[in-house]
């Protein structure tokens, strides 16, 4: 089956730092998405981002599907940036399931 | 608020005992979804139903009976609760992939389950 690799796998920022998070997978993908679990749990969807480049505040994404990646942006990080980054990905087979990445722990330190 | 709710978001039980969790979206989306999370955070599909039809069942098994009475409602029972069991349990939600290009997933905040 398809994999789906995040890196780095923890990671520690003092507020303020620049990051990159990146997740590879080992097949053609019909669309891509970031979550964000936060430290209580909750799960926000970051991006639907398939192809291309999309950007929100101090985050953004960029998907080269063609070379099988994704990178997260995360700028001028905050504390409240903290938690689990997950990508998940749709195969092109099957179009209601997402496989998702075993993720990426931040914390970001005050 | 328009959003994905579940309940209970606690659930503490022994095995062998029979229970039940809800999950109901208003944002109007077509297929719903149980995802697991196990305890090293790895998130799972368990099943999707569209339109109250069942199209993924992800070899779960069969003590795991999901139920959808209308497209904003999948309530998952779970007979016979085994130690393995214990996990947070997330419903998500999104828009049918045939009638709209974008259809990001959205969560509900989960039911942890414990069973001892």
């Known amino acids: 089956g398809i994999q789906v690799e995040q890196s780095p796998p923890d990671l520690i920022l003092q507020e303020g730092a620049n990051s990159t998070l990146r997740c590879n997978f080992s097949?053609?993908?019909?669309?891509l998405q970031w979550f964000h679990q936060n430290p209580w749990g909750q799960l926000i969807n970051l991006f639907y981002i398939p192809s291309g480049t999309k950007q929100n505040g101090r985050l953004s994404a960029t998907t080269v599907a063609t070379e099988r990646y994704s990178l997260l942006y995360i700028s001028s990080s905050q504390t409240t940036d903290s938690g689990v980054y997950f990508c998940a990905v749709e195969l092109t087979d099957s179009s209601y399931k997402l496989i998702f990445g075993s993720g990426t722990r931040l914390l970001v330190r005050p | 608020d328009t959003a994905v709710s579940q309940t209970p978001k606690y659930l503490v039980t022994q095995m062998g005992n029979d229970k039940s969790i809800k999950c109901e979206q208003n944002l109007g989306h077509d297929t719903m979804y149980w995802y697991k999370q196990d305890s090293k955070k790895f998130l799972k599909i368990m099943f999707s139903y569209n339109n109250k039809e069942l199209i993924i069942n992800e070899t779960v098994p069969n003590r795991f009976s999901p139920k959808s009475p209308d497209k904003a409602h999948l309530n998952l029972h779970i007979n016979s609760l085994e130690l393995g069991d214990s996990a947070v349990y997330f419903c998500?939600?999104?828009?049918?992939?045939?009638?709209?290009?974008?259809?990001?997933?959205?969560f509900g905040n989960g039911t942890r389950l414990t069973v001892t």
């Open positions: 097949d053609s993908v019909n669309n």
């Open positions: 998500a939600s999104s828009q049918d992939k045939r009638s709209s290009y974008n259809s990001p997933l959205h």
